[in-house]
Every structure is written in C-alpha cells, then in structure tokens.
C-alpha cells in the first residue's frame, strides 16, 4: 500500500526578528554602515524563499558595504547569505562556491566565536547541498563539522538543528535507530529553547519514523503531541500536515473511519489556507482510505478531485499515484474499460518520468561535478597563494643570499618537473579510462545488434504456395522492440498465424516477446489444442500473469486458417481488430478480451469468418491483415492519429493491404521515417483453389 506523507523540511535556522520589510527598507536609507548590515540581513531572509533575486541583491549589497569596512565579519556575513539565496533559487554550484570563500578565508577573522558559527552554518549549508545529491557521507561529514563548532561556540540553537540534519541523513540511509537517536537530542534541546514550531516539527519527524518502522502507537502520541502544539500555536499549516500524516497512519493500520476524519479535517485548513500540494496530498490519501475501506465510488471522486489540482500544478508523482489508485479501484468495480485506460495513463507517465529522472541526474551530476570541481580549484588556488608567500619571503633572503636562491630554483624546478610527471602521468591514466569506456560503449552496441540481429532470425521466412502467400514489415522504435508476429502449418490442413506486442520497449521486451514466440512456433503450452485459439491465448495468460513477469503484458491476435472448409477462427486480447481485404470493401475481426497476463482464470472466446460464403460473388475475400497500434499511433498535423483515421484510410486507399505502400503513406503523413512505437504489419493472402 503506497502512501503520500507531507513532511516538514528543516533548514538552517535564523534568528531575526519578524518585522515589516518596509520598515526595513525605509531603515537602509538612513542609518550607518554596521545597522544597514542587519537590515539588510532582515530582508535576505524575508525574501529567501519568495524572491531569491532580491535576496541576492541585499546580499551583493552587504560585500559592498564590507568591501569599504574595517570589519572583516561583514564580508563572512555577505559571503553566508549570498550562498544561501543562491542556494534557495537552485544554482547549488554558486551557493558551494560562496560557502567555500568563507571557510578558505578563516584566517581573515579574529574574532573566534563569531568565526565559528559563521564557518558552522557555511558547513551545514554545505551539508544540505551534499544531501540533495544523495551524497550522504559527505553531507554526514559537513554536518559533523558544523556540529563541533556550534559546541565549540556552546550555539544551543545551531546544535538542536544541526543534531535534525544529522538525523534526517541517518534515517535516509536506512540507519532509523541512530536517526531516532539524533531526532531525540534535537528535540530535548528544543524543548530548553521553547521554540514552538520547531518543536512542533521534531515531533512530526520522528512520529514518522515510528509510522516507517510500523510502530503505529509509539507514531500517533508524537504526532499527537507535535498536533497539540501546533494548534495552542495556531499554525494552521503545520497543524493539516499533521492530521494528514495521522490519516495516513489510520490508512497503514487499517482504521480506514477513522483515518477518513482526520483527512477530512486536513482538508479542510488545506483549503482555507490555499495551499495546492497539501489538497493535491490529502485527497489523494482519503482516496486511498475510501478505496481501501470498499467505499469505490468516493474512492474515485476523491482520486479525481486530487488530479484536478495536481495536474496543473504539475505534481507528477501525486499524478502517477492516482492513475494506479484509479486502476486499482476500477478493478475492484469491475469496471475493465476503466481500468485499462487508467493504467495505461501511469504506464505512459511512469516512462516519462523515468526518461526525465535520468535527465534530472545527469543535470545534477554535471552540477555536483562543478562543485567537486570549484571546492579543488579554491584549494589549488589557496595552495598557490601560499606558495606565492612561501616564494616571496624567500626572495628577501635570496637577494643577499645567492647560493640559497640557486638551492631554492633547482628545488622548484624539481617540483615543477614532478608536478609535470604526475600530471602527464594522470593524463595517460584519464585517456585509458576514456579508452576503456569507449571499449565499452562499442561492446554494448554490437552486443544490441547482435541481439537484435537473433529477433530479426526468429521471424518467419517469407511464403508462396498455390494456397497461401505472407508478406509482412517489422521496425522496432528502439533496436530491440517488444513486438513479435509469425506464421506456421500446425498440420497439413491448418496454418496458424499471429501478432502480438508487449507493453514496453527495449531489452526486457524483446526478451519477453521472444519467449512468446518460441512458445508458439514450438507448441510448447502442453495440453493445448493449437488450432482452436482461445485454447491457446487463455494458456498464455495462465503462463504469462503480468504480476509474476515485472507487470508487463502483451495485446495478441491469433488466428487458424482451415484450407479444407476455408475457414478463419480467431481470438484476441485488447489488440486491434483484423482486416479482412475483400474485393469491394473490407471487414473487422475484432479483439474482444482482455489483454494477456492482466488477470487470472480470464477465459478467452472465439470468433469465426468463412471465405466460402464470398468466393463465388463479386464481393470475395483476398486476404487478411494483422497489425500492432504502432502502425497508426502516429502525429498527424499537431494531433495523434486514432485507430478509426487508420481504418478509415484502409477503406479509403484501395491498396487491397499492400503493406509497403502503407508503411510509405504512413511516413509521409507524420513527416519521418522513424515512428514513435515498435511498427508491425503482417498480410495473408488467400489463393483461390
């Protein structure tokens, strides 16, 4: 049972007063250097997570000021808050660089308690930085040092947060008793300090690490507590994240009445205080309560009324929840049609949020690098100017001392000649990894055609007889697709042929189709009759269930040909209907079951269509088409054609199912050789005889 939980995200903490920014502005036009400085400081955190821009202006402005003081605190201040509005407008590799120019300017400041809560919020700002990539032993190793020296400043308040941090990256990890261990110490703190919403928020926190670990009791009374405080606080926000975090626990217990009336109520403040993401959140969450305790229609009314608001707001992983939860319920409703849709709605965002995780990653991978690369380029640079100092003090020595300065040359020139041999030496090292990787990427290729060139061998050779003549294309949208067709005698009077395709592209596709097709052009489902196909597709889905294969399925035609009685009996499951070619028109065979693999014990029907009852008029049946929805799934003109535009050009064009034309109209209507998914077409021609 997957569940949405709304938390409270802890920052590193500020201490100014709540005063109008007018007044503040108003303050900047009149008073001295060092009050300007905590005005400015006022309206940086003002605009921080509202108008980063402006933020950023205060903060240039507080350099300014520093760059004319006496006061080298000032130019620590400006660097802090700089790299915070940076870091709160998302450009983390600025924010790091600022961060960096305070602790590798220490020295700069004397006095020694300012200087270490200074340099422990730069760590700990380092630390959320390196949390948000997921790097969490470097983010535990920046908090450790901020730690060290808000105790060495006796800080009570940036040891209470900084202990939060720490716990939040343990109970990433996994590691949930050092993460309750440090969530406690927080709040022991916070409770000397009496700070109501922090503390409010700690014991949210670890109410939901009790929830995570399934100790539903020991969850409610913190939640409790944390609900009690904020509400005596009138912190109508806090207040509904909670209540829906109780809901959510009421959902996991199984109380769905009384999880239902804790939603309701954070609903309600949702509402009042217009905040999108908490409606978006809770509705989702009193769907799964309504859905879960057998209410389905309000089950539905709620999912629907969550993707109303996170649709727009574009909250697309509330979005993709609630198209599951739509096809879980549409399934418990029996409502098949609905179901089907519904899934395919997560089927198609899931893959899109897929593609756009791995494009998020590399973004922040390539940002991560920056940083790495800034934090070496500062200490070379720091390292340079030391040795710049170093060269310096020498020169006063050298100029009475020559002897001393060819010493001194020859040492440097030594240096540089081992600096030169180290760096060429990690130059050949770098270009063998580059060689490596390359080596790589070509395996990986030529294994992909190798596999895609096996796919390619299983499909059937082309036929001509006096009875029966196949053509058919197939174009995988990657190099391995997860369509599949062909065509077999089962006997010397029955000629099986078939089209199926696989949710999904790819490798794991193509391997799935792949097992499918043997099956079939071996036989290998025992105690199946092959020329009867509902026979043969409801053996398929009892070896096929989508939730013993990683939730894939496969739409499948499967039809039998009798050359005696020149008959066609058919079955199918969610897949496009047949085309059968006759002289003046054409006819549908159509699908009338669910896909493969959806449900258990799903029985298959059979349908018939007899050539005989055609051949002697004017009206006679030529041959039969089989397809995948690849074929006319296709962008036409700004819009995506449907399988009736498909259809309608069949019966337009007069090409009796010449696939090759097809396939030409097909690529000049959407404008590209390539399509969009796996394209499949299969022809049988029937011979008169």
């Not at 014990?601 to 030529?622: D, M, P, W």
Request: hydrophobic letters at 35%; aromatic letters at 12%.
């Amino acid at each position: 049972m997957k569940k949405i939980i709304i938390l409270l995200l802890t920052t590193i903490y500020s201490s100014h007063a709540q005063d109008s920014t007018d007044y503040y502005l108003k303050m900047l036009e009149t008073v001295e250097d060092s009050n300007k400085i905590k005005a400015l400081e006022y309206l940086v955190n003002s605009y921080k997570t509202n108008n980063p821009q402006k933020c950023i202006e205060c903060s240039e402005q507080m350099l300014k000021i520093a760059a004319k003081s006496t006061n080298p605190l000032y130019k620590f201040i400006g660097y802090l808050h700089l790299g915070e509005c940076y870091r709160f407008r998302g450009d983390l590799a600025t924010a790091f660089e600022n961060y960096i120019n305070i602790i590798s300017n220490k020295d700069e400041l004397k006095d020694e308690k300012e200087g270490r809560n200074l340099f422990a919020k730069a760590y700990n700002s380092m630390g959320i930085i390196y949390s948000y990539f997921g790097d969490y032993e470097n983010a535990l190793n920046y908090y450790f040092k901020s730690l060290e020296l808000f105790v060495g400043a006796n800080n009570i308040r940036g040891i209470s947060y900084t202990y939060n941090n720490i716990g939040d990256i343990f109970g990433k990890i996994g590691d949930l008793q050092k993460s309750l261990e440090y969530y406690n110490k927080s709040l022991e703190l916070k409770k000397k300090l009496n700070e109501k919403k922090s503390l409010s928020n700690s014991y949210n926190n670890i109410g939901t690490l009790f929830n995570e670990k399934g100790n539903y009791s020991e969850a409610l009374e913190y939640y409790k507590k944390s609900l009690e405080i904020s509400t005596s606080n009138q912190d109508l926000n806090q207040t509904a994240i909670v209540l829906n975090n109780i809901a959510n626990l009421h959902l996991k217990s199984g109380d769905y009445q009384t999880g239902i009336k804790y939603a309701q109520d954070a609903l309600d403040k949702f509402y009042y205080l217009k905040a999108k993401l908490g409606q978006a959140a809770t509705l989702n969450t009193l769907g799964n309560l309504y859905l879960y305790g057998g209410k389905y229609e309000k089950a539905i009314d709620a999912f629907s009324k969550s993707q109303k608001v996170a649709i727009p707001e574009k909250m697309q992983e509330i979005v993709l929840d609630n198209y599951n939860r739509f096809y879980e319920t549409y399934l418990k409703m029996n409502k098949l049609k609905e179901a089907i849709t519904s899934l395919k709605s997560f089927i198609n965002l899931k893959d899109t949020l897929v593609n756009k995780q791995k494009l998020q990653k590399i973004a922040e991978m390539q940002v991560k690098n920056d940083i790495d690369n800034k934090t070496r380029e500062i200490r070379l640079l720091k390292k340079e100017s030391e040795l710049q100092s170093q060269i310096r003090n020498y020169l006063v020595i050298l100029a009475l001392l020559v002897l001393a300065l060819a010493v001194i040359l020859y040492f440097l020139l030594w240096i540089k000649r081992r600096s030169n041999r180290a760096l060429n030496k990690k130059n050949i090292e770098l270009e063998q990894v580059n060689t490596t990787e390359q080596e790589y990427l070509s395996i990986i290729e030529a294994d992909l055609k190798q596999a895609s060139d096996y796919v390619m061998s299983l499909m059937p050779k082309f036929m001509k007889t006096n009875t029966i003549e196949t053509d058919w294309l197939f174009f995988p949208s990657t190099k391995l697709g997860g369509d599949t067709l062909g065509y077999h005698w089962i006997d010397r009077d029955n000629f099986a042929f078939y089209l199926f395709d696989v949710s999904g592209h790819g490798i794991k596709s193509a391997l799935h189709a792949v097992t499918i097709m043997n099956v079939l052009q071996y036989q290998n489902l025992p105690g199946v009759d092959f020329r009867k196909p509902a026979e043969v597709l409801s053996a398929l889905n009892r070896s096929f269930l989508m939730k013993e294969h990683d939730n894939m399925f496969f739409t499948a035609w499967y039809g039998v040909y009798n050359l005696s009685s020149k008959e066609i009996v058919y079955s199918g499951g969610g897949h496009p209907p047949a085309v059968v070619f006759r002289e003046n028109d054409i006819k549908l065979l159509p699908s009338q079951n669910l896909p493969i693999g959806f449900m258990d014990n799903q029985e298959y029907t059979t349908g018939s269509f007899n050539l005989n009852q055609n051949r002697a008029a004017e009206n006679s049946v030529t041959g039969i088409m089989l397809y995948s929805d690849g074929v006319y799934e296709i962008p036409v003109n700004g819009s995506m054609w449907s399988l009736s535009d498909f259809l309608g050009y069949i019966k337009k064009s007069r090409t009796d199912g010449n696939i090759a034309e097809i396939h030409d109209y097909l690529k000049k209507q959407q404008g590209k050789e390539t399509f969009m998914d796996d394209f499949s077409m299969l022809k049988i021609n029937f011979k008169p005889g």
